[in-house]
């Protein structure tokens, strides 16, 4: 679990990398549906040393052995971390991006740790590969 200013710092690191950042929740049923897109992309670029896929579960930190259950069960390969920081969603989700609403699912792209994408609601996977394809 981390707080949003540890995401932050983790996307600043991120530098030569092309980082895709999915927020998500295992209640929200159209973030369940998206996430086997996700994770056959991240299979087929994982092995590049300049792409990296995390994933932001935004469920409740009291909920976090559920969601290492669903990480089991899903078989995620891509990193997952749970975003302990819910009471500030006004003040941090304006600063990922100014035309969130807070509505999952979110995908925010970035290249050199710059962002480049920024799609609110459901990706698919071509959706996904065309925006990797195009900044990596």
């Not at 792409?51 to 089991?72: A, E, G, H, N, T």
Request: charged share 35%; glycine share 2%.
């Amino acid at each position: 679990m981390i707080k949003y200013e540890m995401l932050e710092n983790k996307i600043q690191e991120e530098k030569d990398v092309l980082l895709v950042l999915n927020f998500w929740s295992t209640t929200c049923a159209p973030c369940v549906k998206e996430l086997p897109d996700f994770m056959e992309v991240n299979n087929k670029h994982k092995d590049n040393p300049k792409f990296k896929m995390l994933l932001v579960s935004l469920d409740r930190p009291k909920d976090k052995d559920r969601v290492v259950q669903f990480i089991k069960n899903k078989k995620l390969s891509a990193e997952v971390i749970l975003l302990d920081d819910i009471k500030r969603m006004n003040t941090w989700i304006p600063r990922f991006e100014k035309n969130w609403d807070g509505n999952i699912p979110v995908t925010i792209i970035y290249k050199n740790s710059e962002k480049v994408h920024f799609s609110d609601g459901e990706m698919t996977k071509t959706e996904l590969e065309n925006v990797i394809t195009k900044n990596l």
